[in-house]
């Protein structure tokens, strides 16, 4: 290009799948470039940018020192160049860093070049991505939310990860991974039978997903099973990942209370093994940003200017163990976020000064997930499904949203996955069993390249009322593929001028299904 810079939009367009095959040396759905210069394996990342820095990530085919340029142009003129960091076997080849000291609101290009630690002068060709800053004063912001990937055994068909090209194709600032984003405990096999003597066929298939993921390598095969996608591939190299987890990362409605024992898949029956290999693998393969105070956190908080916080919740790592959920009081047994963390998040809510604070939650409020679903038994979620007051994980909840209330906190949205449908909630204290706080809304969507689930039932502790929902018919049973089209993600814009948050709730073809503005409550 002879332009000095591009928009997003025209990056977009020449960093499709192809351009970035072709500039990273990548061959789906492998590579083949041994005793050859090295070779970026799996694309390229970015991830948790606010104004001023934000996560890049690669992975090299061998034992490689990865050179990083940063440049506010296209061509890279007057690039600036961040010390080099290796890659070794110890992380599987991958490499991510925090690029520090960038200008406010503006387009980042980074380019990363490997050189053979075994050959020094042997050197990949550049594989390049883009991002932009947070910015420091009022301007319109969009990003989009989704979870769930590669679920219930649909992989890489003809089309790919459609979700995820759609969702590129809005140009967001970022895109939430609301969990989920592998399913490790769920196999793939070459083709699946479909009603009417269709077939579903995983073009695109490794071992590693032939059976569920016990050893650290077979967690890590998950997340570049993933990365394998052409769809997958081109999003990442222009939009910044903000990722949470759930239960699948480690094994459907993991706690401490998992028991694998009656599990023939798993050879390891330890949760707490296998749970620690699924975060290092996490951590290893996506843009997460390190905190040192507690390595391997999840939950954290990106400022994106004054007029978003964002708020990202772990409502795995410190829960009490799956079960009836009937705690009267609150005991580490009855929490699903932890004492820590709580404290954390009223803290950080009530110093926050940005207009929309946005919870991103790995799991819904008042939707009832059943530890047992064939059993309907057992809490997996918050909600309990007795439908009155507050008790277990439900008394945590309400004494969040009392802080917030007293506290004076405005304009809270939740944003939420997991149940693998798209929904439109508005928790509304008159209809509520616990009636401390103050209304407000919970958007669902999911899933991105999963199995279509739902709808499951409300549980009226925190009084949901149901504005829309998108879910599979009676007919239409459950676990369809994604080739039905009931694959959903969401939408969040957010006006510079009027503050208004607008959001959409959006299907894999780019059908709006619902939309809502909100206005935003300015404080006296």
């Given at each position: 290009m002879n332009k000095i810079s591009m928009t997003r939009r025209a990056f977009v367009t020449s960093v499709s799948a192809a351009g970035l095959v072709g500039v990273s040396g990548l061959a789906l759905p492998y590579y083949s470039r041994a005793n050859q210069r090295p070779a970026f394996t799996h694309g390229i990342q970015s991830g948790d940018v606010d104004a001023t820095s934000g996560v890049v990530w690669t992975r090299t085919d061998r034992p490689s020192r990865v050179m990083f340029e940063v440049s506010s142009t296209e061509d890279f003129a007057n690039a600036v160049r961040f010390a080099p960091l290796d890659t070794s076997p110890a992380s599987d080849y991958t490499v991510k860093?925090?690029?520090?000291?960038?200008?406010?609101?503006?387009?980042?290009?980074?380019?990363?070049?490997?050189?053979?630690l075994a050959d020094i002068n042997a050197v990949s060709e550049p594989i390049i991505g883009r991002f932009r800053t947070a910015p420091a004063s009022k301007r319109d912001i969009r990003f989009a939310w989704s979870g769930d990937t590669a679920g219930q055994g649909w992989g890489i068909?003809?089309?790919?990860?459609?979700?995820?090209?759609?969702?590129?194709?809005?140009?967001?600032?970022?895109?939430?991974?609301?969990?989920?984003?592998?399913?490790?405990?769920?196999?793939?096999?070459?083709?699946?039978?479909?009603?009417?003597?269709?077939?579903?066929?995983?073009?695109?298939?490794?071992?590693?997903?032939?059976?569920?993921?016990?050893?650290?390598?077979?967690?890590?095969?998950?997340?570049?099973?993933?990365?394998?996608?052409?769809?997958?591939?081109?999003?990442?190299?222009?939009?910044p990942t903000f990722y949470q987890w759930d239960d699948h990362e480690v094994v459907n409605n993991w706690s401490d209370s998992k028991d694998l024992s009656a599990d023939d898949r798993y050879s390891e029956k330890n949760i707490h093994v296998l749970a620690a290999r699924a975060a290092r693998a996490f951590h290893e393969m996506t843009t997460i940003r390190y905190e040192p105070s507690e390595p391997g956190r999840v939950y954290r908080k990106i400022a994106y200017g004054p007029l978003l916080e964002m708020f990202f919740l772990d409502m795995r790592s410190y829960r009490g163990s799956n079960g009836p959920g009937m705690q009267d009081t609150v005991t580490p047994q009855s929490r699903i976020l932890g004492e820590q963390q709580t404290k954390w998040l009223?803290?950080?809510?009530?110093?926050?000064?940005?207009?929309?604070?946005?919870?991103?939650?790995?799991?819904?409020?008042?939707?009832?997930?059943?530890?047992?679903?064939?059993?309907?038994?057992?809490?997996?979620a918050i909600s309990n499904g007795d439908l009155g007051p507050a008790k277990g994980r439900e008394l945590e909840i309400a004494d969040l949203l009392r802080y917030i209330k007293n506290a004076g906190i405005t304009n809270t949205v939740w944003l939420t996955a997991d149940v693998h449908y798209t929904a439109a909630h508005y928790y509304n204290p008159d209809k509520a069993q616990f009636q401390d706080f103050n209304p407000f809304w919970e958007f669902v969507s999911g899933p991105l390249h999963a199995g279509t689930y739902g709808p499951n039932n409300f549980d009226m502790t925190f009084g949901p009322e149901l504005k829309f929902i998108k879910a599979p018919t009676a007919e239409q049973g459950q676990n369809l593929p994604p080739s039905a089209g009931l694959q959903f993600f969401g939408l969040v814009d957010i006006d510079g001028a009027t503050e208004q948050m607008s959001v959409r709730l959006m299907d894999r073809d780019d059908n709006e299904l619902y939309k809502v503005t909100l206005d935003p409550v300015h404080s006296a």
């Open positions: 860093r925090l690029l520090t000291d960038l200008a406010s609101d503006q387009d980042i290009f980074y380019r990363m070049i490997a050189a053979d068909d003809d089309t790919g990860m459609k979700t995820y090209a759609t969702i590129g194709k809005h140009t967001p600032d970022f895109f939430l991974h609301s969990g989920d984003t592998i399913y490790a405990d769920g196999p793939m096999k070459d083709e699946v039978d479909l009603p009417g003597g269709n077939k579903w066929k995983n073009n695109v298939l490794i071992d590693e997903k032939r059976k569920v993921a016990e050893t650290l390598d077979e967690y890590r095969g998950q997340w570049k099973y993933n990365m394998m996608d052409k769809n997958v591939l081109g999003l990442n190299a222009i939009c009223k803290r950080e809510l009530a110093m926050s000064n940005a207009t929309w604070k946005v919870i991103a939650a790995d799991m819904p409020l008042g939707l009832v997930v059943w530890n047992d679903a064939t059993k309907k038994a057992g809490a997996e």
